[in-house]
């Protein structure tokens, strides 16, 4: 089965930095990674996709990459702000099976 | 649209009790997901539906758990009898298998605490 590690449970940065979060998968399947942002006491809520033909994914202060070879994903959100406190889910979708499999997620301070 | 809409919000049993969760995913979305959040073992799927068809049921844990989708609005979750371990936050999630991204759109949670 499919196997989803997120680097780190908590991250602090300054406000400003960039803030960059890792994900490591196993037993690849041809699929997507989705990124969403899940805030205390909400479900989350998608961010980003990026297929495995695409290395790099764009969307305002996101970016995200995607490594087949390393099977690995870099989420990065720069000039962070304190509003982007969260956390962070990767979520492998297997389209053949048509169901996603998420790590446990790192959660992101921002300090001003 | 409201967006995914989960009844009830939170939910306090006691063990051995049955207890039903709803959920209403978005109009117009054909898959539908049940999903279960704890510290320990992060965010699970329990069951997805497809155009109403419940297509895997893997990770529903026991037979003291089971879903149905009656119709495209509408779809319930229930454990029977519920004990401790349960306590979870459950997720429900559609979305719209035509949409490139696939994204799934969560609705708010229900807190479970089996007592």
């Known amino acids: 089965s499919q196997k989803i590690e997120q680097n780190s449970e908590a991250l602090n940065i300054q406000e400003g930095k960039t803030a960059t979060l890792t994900c490591n998968y196993t037993n690849y399947s041809p699929a997507y990674l989705q990124w969403y942002r899940q805030d205390p006491g909400r479900g989350p809520v998608f961010l980003l996709l990026?297929?495995?033909?695409?290395k790099e994914k764009r969307k305002e202060r996101l970016k995200v990459t995607f490594d087949t070879t390393l099977k690995q994903s870099l989420f990065h959100i720069t000039a962070s702000q304190p509003a982007d406190s969260a956390t962070y889910l990767c979520a492998l979708l297997n389209t053949n099976a048509g169901k996603s499999t998420f790590g446990d997620g790192t959660t992101l301070t921002v300090k001003p | 649209d409201a967006g995914v809409i989960q009844s009830p919000r939170h939910e306090v049993t006691e063990m051995g009790q049955e207890v039903t969760l709803r959920c209403k995913p978005i109009?117009?979305?054909?898959?539908l997901f049940w999903y279960r959040q704890t510290m320990m073992r992060g965010l699970e799927l329990l069951i997805y539906?497809?155009?109403?068809?419940?297509?895997?049921d893997s990770g529903m844990p026991e037979d003291r758990f089971s879903a149905k989708m009656p119709n495209a609005s509408f779809s319930t979750l229930k454990i029977q009898p519920s004990e401790p371990r349960d306590s979870a936050v459950y997720f429900c999630a559609s979305s719209l298998d035509s949409v490139a991204t696939n994204e799934q759109f969560f609705g708010p949670g229900t807190r479970l605490t089996v007592l």
């Open positions: 109009s117009g979305h054909n898959s």
């Open positions: 990026i297929r495995e033909n695409e």
């Open positions: 539906f497809n155009n109403n068809v419940p297509i895997d």
